[in-house]
């Protein structure tokens, strides 16, 4: 729930998230993947862009994780709230993009950035 400063309740909130406890080693993933620059490297960067007077810009991406698209399978259980079907013993969704909580969702989501830029 979302308050105003007030304490009264200005809207309820809800994110999808994935369990990532729930995945196993070599099943519905490849391998975990998180993409970190040494500080020296920005350093480097920062004084080849002065001495060549290049312009600098800084990317802000809103919800970067939400744009990867999945390559392999990945299935979760119903969200809390969400009616399954009475005909249905244990129902699941399939996901066509990635969510926060998977473990390759990083990974996803630089690839599909690495593509667009080359």
Aim: hydrophobic share 45%; charged share 20%.
């Amino acid at each position: 729930m979302k308050y105003l400063s007030t304490s009264d309740i200005e809207r309820n909130k809800a994110r999808l998230v994935a369990k990532g406890y729930t995945q196993r080693e070599g099943i519905g993933y490849m391998d975990t993947f998180a993409l970190v620059v040494k500080i020296t490297i920005v350093r480097l960067f920062l004084v080849v862009a002065v001495v060549r007077n290049w312009h600098l810009h800084q990317l802000d991406i809103n919800n970067a994780f939400l744009h990867g698209d999945l390559t392999k399978d990945v299935y979760r259980k119903l969200p809390q709230g969400v009616a399954a079907p009475a005909n249905i013993r244990n129902p699941v969704s399939k996901l066509r993009r990635a969510i926060y909580g998977l473990k390759h969702a990083s990974q996803q989501w630089f690839s599909k950035l690495s593509d667009s830029l080359l």
